[in-house]
C-alpha cells in the first residue's frame, strides 16, 4: 500500500506562498532576454519561465511579470536575444534580476546575426522575434519565432530549484530511450 496522498488544497483558496511552495519544486533553467531598445540602449531580464514550443515552425515561450519595466522597452525590438545561463553566470542572473536602466553593463555580450544582444558564454543562445504576447493572469506569455540559434561554451546550466541557484551533475543513472 502506498502512503496517502496528503491533504491538498483547491486551486480558489491556494495562497502564493503555497503556490510559490509547490511549484519550487521543479527546476527551470534561466534564460537572459535582451534587446535594443527604440532609443538603442539594451534593455534586459532574467526569466525562469522558458519553454520550447514548435520545432516546426521553431517556436519557444517566456512569461513576464505585468510589473516587468524591461519588457515594454524589448517588446517592440525586430530581434530579441535569448542566452541560457550557464552556471558561472549567477552574477549575470543577479543583476538582471533587478530594476534598473542598464542591466548589461559589466556583462560581456555580443551581438547576434540579426543584431540581438547575448551573453558572451553562455550554455546556448537563440535569435528570435515576438509572435504574439497571451495575458494569463499577472504575467504576459511571449510566443516566439527563432530564427538563429547556436549551442554556447559551456555544458553546465544555472539551475533555479526551492528559491535556490544550482547547477546539474550527471547523475549514476542509466539513460533511456
Not at 108 to 114: A, I, K, N, Q
Not at 152 to 174: K, V
Amino acid at each position: 500500500m502506498t502512503d496517502p496522498i496528503p491533504t491538498s488544497r483547491e486551486a480558489d483558496t491556494v495562497t502564493s506562498e503555497e503556490f510559490r511552495r509547490v511549484l519550487g519544486r521543479f527546476a527551470t533553467g534561466i534564460v537572459a532576454v535582451a534587446a535594443l531598445d527604440a532609443v538603442g540602449r539594451f534593455a534586459a531580464l532574467a526569466v525562469n519561465s522558458f519553454a520550447s514550443v514548435s520545432l516546426r515552425p521553431p517556436l519557444v515561450s517566456f512569461c513576464v511579470a505585468e510589473t516587468s519595466s524591461s519588457w515594454p522597452r524589448i517588446r517592440p525590438a525586430e530581434r530579441i536575444g535569448v542566452s541560457i545561463l550557464a552556471d558561472r553566470q549567477l552574477p549575470v542572473c543577479d543583476r538582471l534580476a533587478t530594476s534598473g536602466p542598464d542591466k548589461l553593463h559589466g556583462t560581456e555580450w555580443h551581438l547576434s546575426p540579426g543584431g540581438a544582444p547575448l551573453v558572451a558564454g553562455a550554455s546556448g543562445w537563440l535569435e528570435c522575434s515576438l509572435r504574439d504576447e497571451y495575458w494569463a493572469g499577472d504575467h504576459v506569455i511571449a510566443l516566439c519565432h527563432v530564427h538563429y540559434l547556436a549551442v554556447g561554451e559551456s555544458d553546465a546550466p544555472l539551475l533555479f530549484h526551492r528559491g535556490r541557484y544550482g547547477t546539474f551533475q550527471p547523475g549514476p543513472f542509466p539513460v533511456h530511450r
